[in-house]
């Protein structure tokens, strides 16, 4: 990945970067999160919601590693640990999916509904 493409995706608007995201993820059957120093899942709050950040890219995590996030570290996630781990880590702890954070922002908030159902939609399309 170059930074030229970085930047372009990175001045997308939030859901333009989740539609990113889902196509990415689809080819390459891989995506990203954080893990605090005990090696859990990372999660932010807005509005008295927990938030799982994911991106497409290990670039894109490098980020977001900012505002005391600086000592977490980057986890690679197949689609085999979204089934086998991620998708009962959010149901739960009643989490939402925060895809695609840049910096310190948002990114687009789906529940985990929304996001299996896009992302095999995208699945189906490469097969």
Do not use: H
Not at 8 to 17: A, F, H, M, T
Request: charged fraction near 35%.
């Amino acid at each position: 990945m170059n930074q030229k493409e970085i930047e372009n995706v990175v001045s997308l608007e939030p859901i333009e970067r989740y539609k990113y995201f889902i196509k990415k993820v689809a080819d390459w059957e891989t995506f990203f999160t954080l893990l605090n120093e005990d090696g859990e899942y990372v999660l932010s709050e807005l509005d008295d919601y927990k938030l799982l950040p994911l991106w497409s890219a290990k670039e894109y995590a490098e980020l977001c590693k900012i505002g005391g996030w600086e000592k977490y570290t980057i986890k690679e996630l197949s689609l085999d640990d979204l089934e086998d781990e991620i998708m009962d880590f959010i149901t739960e702890r009643d989490c939402l999916i925060n895809v695609f954070p840049i910096y310190d922002m948002t990114g687009f908030v789906v529940n985990l509904q929304e996001f299996t159902r896009d992302l095999n939609e995208e699945l189906e399309k490469i097969q």
